[in-house]
């Protein structure tokens, strides 16, 4: 570890919080690969995994907003600590509506939007507290150690809860799950104060309203700031198309079993784990634009096997490639986001970008599950290929992205 990595760490409020959320990652990985298997054996339709990924990312991006304006103006400790309240309990009912044998399909679709919610909510807290507690000149740090967590479990944990699925079904999953949340918001609680320094009361729906117009006013007024967040959106409505038939296109093109696809989540993740930390750890005399640019290019040129192998170790070698450089923009973009915007506006400005980035992940998630289900997983694959192709020559000749260097 860097000096500058034990620097972020020697906070001990950080601390604490990144102790609660290593364990709330790690009960998420065992989720996202219980629920999207469950859903699959239930209807075998890449359709419907589609419905599930919008279900996911509709409803965060679109409270984000709401999550921003609170993050900005109210107690973040308690807004974090209802949020993982209300997501233990859905994730509490899941497993005992499994376990009674009166789950079904639409109390999943709901739990998710539910989650999804809680989750929007939880990020833009999350968002406000990092400057709050760091400073901004290690945000990107922190964010690049949070999203390396995050994959790390990503890593470990998809091929043990997909064996786990296969011998005993989500059951398991589920519930450890909901009991992470009950430790993160034991580490939440440690912390004194996420900020504001004088948090006030529940904004009113027109108070709401405003902040929501503020944040999108500042997006659109840094020309550099709305180039990236536009072209997240279609990169994101590409990217999805991929990710919603992940499991189909595995099962189906590869004759992957359900412990395979575990591991296929696990390799993949390992390309996360290390995108995520070199973009939490670039020099800062490194111009910000250039290296996105850069980023773009290789993720573009590197997802091209995907599309054409017929053989599932090159086809999860090269996605955990693009894997790698996925998030090493994520990370790249959020902390400069942070970075160049005012510390009293981050919660908006971040909800907003969010919504604007994520706005393309449902029609793609559905639209990438239709086409699997009557033409074969591999077409939206290809489309997805191209797409991101004819992005990263756009972006490359995008001067606001180019030359940004903040």
């Known amino acids: 570890m860097t000096s500058q990595t034990r620097s972020v760490f020697a906070n001990r409020s950080f601390s604490l919080y990144y102790a609660g959320q290593v364990l709330s990652f790690a009960g998420d990985g065992l989720r996202l690969i219980a629920i999207p298997l469950l859903v699959y054996h239930l209807t075998r339709s890449a359709f419907s995994m589609g419905v599930t990924y919008a279900l996911e990312l509709g409803p965060f991006a679109l409270f984000g907003l709401v999550g921003g304006s609170l993050a900005d103006r109210v107690d973040r400790r308690r807004l974090m600590l209802v949020c993982d309240f209300v997501r233990f309990a859905t994730l509490a009912l899941f497993a005992v509506a499994y376990a009674f044998n ?3 399909l639409g109390m999943i679709y709901g739990g998710i939007v539910m989650i999804s919610i809680c989750a ?6 999350q968002a406000s507290s990092l ?11 922190a964010v690049g150690v949070l999203i390396a967590a995050e994959q790390t479990s990503q890593m470990v944990i998809p091929p043990i809860g997909a064996s786990m699925f296969a011998l005993v079904g989500p059951l398991p999953a589920l519930a450890i799950n909901a009991a992470t949340y009950l430790c993160s918001q034991l580490s939440i609680a440690a912390v004194h104060t996420f900020g504001p320094d004088e948090p006030g009361r529940l904004p009113k729906p027109h108070q709401i309203v405003a902040d929501v117009a503020l944040g999108f006013r500042f997006l659109m007024g840094d ?3 709305r180039s990236v967040a536009l072209n997240s959106l279609v990169f994101n409505f590409f990217g999805f198309m991929t990710g919603a038939v992940f499991i189909p296109f595995l099962n189906r093109d590869f004759g992957a079993t359900d412990q395979m696809v ?3 989540f696990g390799i993949g993740a390992i390309g996360s784990v ?13 111009p910000f634009g250039r290296i996105l640019v850069i980023a773009y290019a290789l993720d573009g040129v590197l997802f091209i096997p995907v ?11 090269f996605l955990t490639l693009t894997n790698a450089c996925v998030l090493f923009e994520i990370t790249q973009i959020v902390g400069w986001r942070i970075r160049v915007t005012p510390a009293e506006m981050v919660g908006r400005v971040s909800a907003a970008a969010r919504l604007v980035a994520l706005f393309g992940t449902v029609p793609g998630a559905i639209i990438g599950g239709l086409l699997a289900d009557h033409y074969g997983a591999r077409v939206p694959i290809a489309i997805s290929g191209v797409g991101y192709l ?12 180019r030359r940004e260097a903040r």
């Open 102 to 104: 009166f789950l079904s």
């Open 223 to 225: 020309a550099a700031m």
């Open 131 to 141: 400057p709050y507690l760091l400073g901004k000149d290690r945000v990107t740090q």
């Open 274 to 286: 290390i995108g995520s930390a070199l973009g939490g750890f670039v020099p800062k005399s490194w």
């Open 120 to 125: 929007a909510v939880f990020v833009g807290g």
């Open 262 to 264: 575990g591991y296929a």
């Open 390 to 401: 004819l992005m990263t020559l756009l972006v490359g000749f995008n001067p606001a992205i």
């Open 307 to 317: 599309v054409f192998t017929h053989q599932l170790y090159v086809a999860i070698f």
